[in-house]
């Protein structure tokens, strides 16, 4: 999946697949999560926030079971 790099202290970089509904999220400590059955339309939010890693607290941390690795 192809990431974006994002202005944020603790996230690196975003991504989203439209196909499979799975967000991908690098964090600044180098581990990436997944969040699957993640709708789009909160992919077009997250991607706007001005702040990712608030948005990420407040509406992806509690709400989504991820699956990491590391890359």
Not at 5 to 21: L, N, R
Not at 26 to 39: A, L, M, N, R, T
Not at 45 to 62: D, L, M, P
Request: proline content about 3%.
């Amino acid at each position: 999946m192809d990431r974006e790099y994002v202005d944020s202290s603790m996230i690196t970089s975003i991504g989203y697949d439209a196909m499979s509904c799975t967000l991908e999220v690098e964090f600044k400590s180098g581990v990436v999560w997944q969040y699957h059955d993640f709708p789009e339309y909160m992919w077009y939010e997250f991607q706007s926030a001005e702040s990712k890693g608030k948005y990420f607290h407040a509406n992806i941390r509690e709400q989504f079971t991820p699956l990491g690795h590391r890359v």
